[in-house]
């Protein structure tokens, strides 16, 4: 997010500058930023999937413990 606001500012002040280089630094810093954030949102999204399927695979070997109990 820090970088997406200091990107938007560099843009800004390219923008006003004329300065071109100042303005393209800005739109990089902002899809660097984007970009992080997006890797971020999926490392996130394969940890929960990988805790969601740890913990199914916990409860299908809970129940085959009980069903092994009550074959006695």
Do not use: F, H, P
């Not at 899809?31 to 949102?41: C, I, K, P, V």
Request: proline content about 0%.
């Amino acid at each position: 997010m820090k970088d997406e606001i200091k990107g938007k500012v560099d843009e800004l002040k390219g923008k006003l500058t004329g300065d071109k280089s100042e303005e393209l630094k800005g739109k990089g810093e902002q899809a660097a930023d984007e970009l992080r954030r997006t890797g971020r949102d999926i490392r996130d999204d394969v940890k929960d999937k990988a805790n969601e399927m740890d913990d199914e695979a916990q409860r299908e070997r809970e129940a085959e413990t009980v069903r092994e109990k009550r074959s006695w």
